[in-house]
């Protein structure tokens, strides 16, 4: 957990996760299931997108520029990650809090 929070702006792998904690990428999954109860790519994917929320919080970029501040290159794909994890786009998200909405 702290090599993806200190990695995720990178384009890491689950693989790159399993090499540097020593483990296998099928004995990292068990172990993730077993202690915070999802795969290790959704709690990375998960983390990205919290950190992605942050940053639209502070109005820190385009969409573009956030997607790949949180390692993810293709803000397409991050544009649907986000709208699958917080129930809107990361332009909803940014147009509710402008307007004073509650965040996810």
């Known amino acids: ?24 990428r099928s004995r990292l999954y068990r172990v993730f299931m077993q202690q915070i109860f999802i795969s290790p790519q ?3 994917t998960e983390f990205r997108i919290r ?4 940053l639209l919080q502070r109005r820190s970029g385009s969409i ?3 997607a790949i501040a949180v390692g993810i ?15 809107k786009s990361p332009k ?3 147009e509710n809090l402008i307007n004073g909405a509650p965040d996810i």
């Not at 689950?14 to 296998?24: E, T, Y």
């Not at 950190?51 to 942050?54: H, I, K, S």
């Not at 290159?73 to 129930?87: A, H, M, N, R, W």
Request: proline share 4%; glycine share 2%; aromatic share 14%.
């Open 1 to 24: 957990m702290d090599y993806i929070a200190n990695n995720f702006s990178r384009p890491i792998t689950v693989n790159d996760i399993a090499s540097h904690v020593s483990l296998s």
């Open 42 to 44: 959704q709690y990375l």
């Open 51 to 54: 950190e992605a929320a942050r």
């Open 64 to 66: 573009k520029e956030i």
């Open 73 to 87: 290159e293709d803000p397409l794909y991050f544009s649907t990650v986000f709208k699958q994890i917080t129930g």
């Open 92 to 94: 909803n998200y940014m």
